[in-house]
């Protein structure tokens, strides 16, 4: 059984929507808080927290009812169109309230509701890739996935940059036009997703081809096989319960790692190397643009050498760059190469992880495996900016990559532990194995 690209570019719609929205909310919500409604920087800063403190109970919550849901149109559909449609109204109405009334109680309370909206839906549009894609293939259709919704916050950052006019005074910004232009973004590739699969049918469709294929398929898709035996009536067994909780361990930890340089390294080159005017922006986006440009190839790369190598490969590259930024005492270009491999390492890691994570569970239970995942890495990042943060003001703004290097290194401990979610490796195939465009 090939991947089906034509299908999973078009279930990465949804993700597409997701982070067309979130990129817009963590660029430009703050501004609002800030400008329009005059709020100091610990006050923005504790609601622009919400998101992911809901995120905590939301996405499991959700993940789990959308595995339980079985309706005409699918166990996950019924999620995504409610939460895109909620989230769209609330948008609005979020928006218009800022312009209009200027009435802060009613801005919060239509943001919460916005966030809810987005988390009924976030677990079940991501669960639709594993439900919808044989095991073996996961980390490749993960990672077109991943590049659909890196298309979704290109979209965004594009419309703000044509539509958002700033005013002379930014309390004055008009974000109308911008909202309007995301929301249909929104409404667009749900409807698209929503006219092009059909989830009911193509997960039966699915589920017969493995249990259908013999011979070398059998082979490709023995990941498949071996994932099945490690469920007892819903229950994981030990072995395997060790190894989800360690890979969910290993998961908070690397985003305890690597969030901690993405939200803090504007300011640790301001406060260590002296460097001003934006300078950080370019090691940023040089992580950006190599982590795009390499998640397909690491999709390819977990096929030949497994999943967990090409995990700890990845982790590997992030806490040696982790170290050697610690030990820069100026600003140089190598940084860039660092942050590139980083990039690399990060997509390494990003690909793989989420499909070792619902690979250990039934495809009755991918919702709330997705929520877990998700639970895990939210977590992470509620702790460490607070943990993080109480280093970098009461120790020194130094501290920042040793703690990276320090976490990063302790998932890779946690890593070599786990034992299931992998599928077997074939050296054997190429790329053009795995291309199915005609169905």
Not at 185 to 190: D, P
Request: proline share 3%; charged share 15%.
């Amino acid at each position: 059984m090939k991947l089906n690209y034509k299908r999973t570019i078009l279930i990465g719609f949804a993700f597409m929507s997701i982070l067309a929205f979130w990129q817009f909310y963590d660029n430009e919500i703050p501004k609002i808080l800030t400008y329009h409604f005059g709020l100091g920087e610990t006050f923005t800063g504790t609601i622009m927290a919400f998101d992911n403190i809901l995120a905590l109970f939301l996405l499991p919550m959700f993940g789990t009812l959308s595995d339980k849901a079985n309706t005409r149109i699918g166990k996950r559909m019924p999620f995504i169109l409610v939460g895109t449609t909620l989230a769209v109204i609330f948008f609005n109405s979020m928006i218009y309230v800022a312009h209009i009334s200027y009435n802060l109680q009613l801005f919060i309370f239509f943001l919460l509701m916005l966030l809810v909206s987005m988390g009924i839906y976030r677990s079940p549009a991501i669960s639709l890739m594993p439900e919808l894609t044989p095991a073996v293939h996961r980390s490749q259709a993960n990672a077109i996935i991943n590049l659909m919704g890196t298309l979704g916050a290109v979209y965004t950052l594009i419309m703000i940059k044509v539509l958002l006019k700033s005013a002379e005074n930014e309390a004055e910004t008009n974000y109308i036009p911008l909202m309007i232009a995301i929301a249909s973004f929104m409404v667009v590739t749900v409807v698209i997703l929503f006219l092009t699969i059909n989830e009911k049918k193509l997960m039966t469709e699915v589920r017969e081809g493995v249990e259908n294929f013999d011979g070398d398929d059998a082979r490709e898709l023995e990941g498949d096989t071996k994932e099945e035996k490690y469920q007892n009536a819903g229950k994981l067994s030990r072995d395997v319960f060790q190894s989800l909780t360690l890979l969910l361990i290993s998961v908070f930890l690397w985003f305890t790692a690597y969030n901690a340089v993405t939200t803090a390294f504007s300011r640790y080159v301001t406060e260590v190397w002296g460097l001003r005017n934006g300078a950080y922006a370019d090691c940023l986006m040089v992580a950006l643009i190599s982590a795009v440009i390499a998640y397909i190839p690491m999709g390819f790369l977990a096929t030949k050498i497994g999943r967990k190598k090409t995990i700890l490969i990845g982790i590997a590259l992030m806490s040696i760059c982790y170290l050697s930024a610690a030990l820069m005492t100026h600003y140089s270009t190598i940084l860039n190469v660092f942050f590139a491999l980083i990039g690399i390492g990060w997509a390494g890691i990003n690909v793989n992880s989420y499909p070792m994570v619902v690979g250990m569970g039934k495809s009755s239970v991918i919702g709330k495996y997705t929520g877990l995942y998700y639970t895990f890495s939210m977590a992470a990042q509620v702790f460490t900016p607070i943990f993080s943060g109480f280093l970098l003001e009461h120790v020194s703004y130094k501290t920042l990559f040793p703690y990276a290097f320090i976490f990063s290194c302790l998932s890779f401990v946690t890593m070599c532990f786990v034992k299931h979610g992998d599928v077997k490796p074939d050296p054997g195939r190429n790329i053009w194995d795995d291309l199915d465009m005609d169905n």
